[in-house]
């Protein structure tokens, strides 16, 4: 024991050493190799005969002195911090508004314009004339001529104005500019150009042909996916948001690139106008992207919801197995038809969705008779989702059959009939007895052959 005890006290005097030495070391200032290449390997774009000549040596530092200097240039002026580029979009927010604002004034200065410009007008006539007549008289003859004449009359009254020609002066400019930059391959910046015209002359169809008549640049992003990214980031600073067209059209330039991040932001973020057709092509495109398809559905749920398109936007729901969602959807708006929920049940014919249609709710009648929905789906050759909803209606016994035979409104004595002889004929010889059973246990109950008479139309003693 004395042994071991020592050599354990040699032992933690070596650790309590090694310790200290560790902490001394990190106090002081360690300077590391910066060289990470192996200096015994040979030089990149150097020859081994040149690697040992030191006036070649000597010409290749300077070469290399020489790119260096150029890329910390090219930081200088190419690139911007990530938080720079923030506030420049808040200033150019800011600007817009205050843009927005001159534009206004501008307006109610160019009416105020055109109203003194008719009483002067009237004015000289009046002066011009036998004045007959009164100076008010004058005037209204002349917004009268002004009414029934009126680009003749905006002519003649602006015919000094330079308003209208400086216009046009900035109009040819933007155009010219985008023209030049995209002629020198400047798509970049051409479509930032372009996003940031003034009442956005430029973000239309043409400007966005222009952009995907340049294709595909090795090396460089999609012309045409760069033009859309910056038309749609500032479609906030545009009272408009950007048009149901350029909308769909950008929409499909992101998917094709397989950017569906830029898509989510955009229709969640971004100052659009939606249409069924965007939504059509999300979906479409969660068909071929599986492992998408979720987002694709809740994408195209927020455009459906938009355009009132509340039949695709339920489907949807149903599509991403938010069944308790869909059928708030149909308490939320109200307009759906029994017709139109039988052809939602086609579309997903899902067995929670068409229990919970055909089930009361909260007290409420069910928005689906469950005879009518099992015959729906047995005309229209989909006899496998009729038999799993007959398997789950098996486990419920005869309360469960009872419960919807008797709550069923819309369904006729005949109607349920053959619903029994489908069970029948389908295996289910247990249901098909409790529903005939059902039948002639109620008191007054007979073979009715007229389809008029409904089930919920007994005479009870």
Known sequence: MKIVENNSLMIQLQIDQMKQLRAEYDKKEVKYCTFSKDPSQPIPGMTLQDSVNLDALNKYMKHLNDKFEEMKQTMLIKYI????????????????????????????????????QIISHALNSWLKSDRSGSFQDSVEQIMKTKDVHDDQAVDELFEDNPSKAK????????????????SIGEYEKAASFAANSPRKILQNIGTMNKFKAAGKIRGKPLPLLSFFEAIFSTSHAFRCPINADLTLEGIKCGLSEKRLDLVINWVTQEKLTFSDKAGDVICAYGEQDTYNKAKCLALAQIIYSECD???????????????????????????FTSDDLMQLITACPQIELIQSLTQERNGKPPYLSFGLTVLHLFSTDMKKVGIELFQELNKGGKDAVEHLVMNDSFCSLEKWQEVANICLQNGFEKISNNILSILRSQSGVAEFEDDTINLMEHVFW
Do not use: S, T, W
């Open 309 to 335: 398109q509340h039949k695709k936007a339920f489907l949807c729901l149903c599509k991403q197995g938010q069944i308790q969602g869909a059928m708030e959807y149909i308490q939320q708006f109200k307009d």
């Open 167 to 182: 216009e046009a002066e900035i109009m040819l400019y933007h155009i010219d500019r985008l023209n030049e930059l995209i």
């Open 81 to 116: 911090p990530a938080q720079r580029m923030a506030d420049l979009d808040e200033e150019m927010i800011v600007l817009l508004k205050r843009r927005d604002v001159a534009e206004d004034l501008n307006k109610k200065l160019q009416f105020r314009h055109q109203r003194l």
